[in-house]
């Protein structure tokens, strides 16, 4: 029946909330999981059991995060793929399913930054920053959509991000692309809730990665962005561990068109 999920107790037990978090013999694909917050996301979703397909353009980066993440006893497969672009994506849901015949968690990861001015952009800028962080969350969610409409469930977790919902200096592409996940998220939420599937995002603030390691290392900087975190702390890639794992669980199975910001409280202020 569409729309049927299982009956839960109203007290479960401890054993029972545990199990609520496992993803044993789950399939995930997560993209842009070479490094950094994608790769961190997919060792959280292998320690709890889940076979990742990790997608990415550096060959010997993803594959050396394939090796690393099988240490966690679950199967991977790195697919080389690019998914701004319609095939590449297509190519990664044909690999996934010949190998695993099923497709359970959609991680959309891959994305982009860059602060300049607008008047100082080029149209080039725009489109790279949204193919990179909207575009390709379309693409996924659509090529992967098809298999989970037709087998009603599956979990689809977009990372959005804090500036996707506030406004920033100097990344009008950014916070516009990140606000269009946001709201693809909600969207999606509606469409497919009757098939049982779950369409939420994450929102990280700033987060210690390789990509923000050298603007870090200012002090004054760092002192900065700091100050604006009511933690004052940046983000580690594994403070998005838990937030991952409970939406590509059963336990987030109520939960749908949600934005969690990891933000150390940055975009309550």
Not at 96 to 120: A, C, M, R, S
């Amino acid at each position: 029946m569409v729309g049927a999920r299982r009956n839960v107790p109203l007290q479960p037990t401890c054993a029972m909330c545990i199990e609520l978090f496992q993803l044993r013999n789950k399939v995930a694909i997560v993209t842009g999981a070479s490094r950094g917050l994608g790769k961190s996301m997919a060792m959280a979703l292998a320690e709890v059991g889940a076979n990742l397909v990790l997608v990415g353009r550096d060959k010997e980066r993803l594959e050396g995060a394939a090796r690393e993440i099988a240490d966690f006893g679950v199967k991977t497969l790195p697919v080389i793929a690019d998914v701004t672009m319609a095939e590449g994506v297509e190519a990664v849901v044909s690999r996934t399913l010949e190998e695993f015949g099923k497709i359970d968690v959609l991680v959309n990861n891959v994305g982009t930054y860059l602060g300049k001015p607008i008047v100082e952009s080029t149209l080039e800028d725009w489109h790279n920053l949204i193919n990179t962080n909207l575009t390709s969350t379309y693409l996924c969610s659509r090529a992967v959509g098809r298999h989970m409409v037709e087998r009603q469930r599956g979990k689809v977790i977009n990372m959005a991000a804090a500036l996707g919902a506030l406004g920033a200096n100097n990344a009008s592409a950014y916070c516009a692309s990140k606000g269009g996940v946001i709201q693809l998220t909600r969207a999606l939420a509606v469409e497919w809730a009757r098939y049982n599937i779950n369409v939420n995002a994450i929102a990280p603030g700033t987060m210690e990665t390789e990509l923000t390691k050298a603007m870090l290392e200012d002090p004054a900087v760092r002192k900065a962005v700091t100050g604006k975190i009511p933690m004052k702390r940046t983000g580690q890639p594994g403070d998005l561990a838990g937030v991952v794992i409970f939406l590509a669980s059963q336990a987030s199975d109520y939960i749908t068109g949600q934005t969690i910001f990891v933000d150390g409280g940055f975009s309550i202020l």
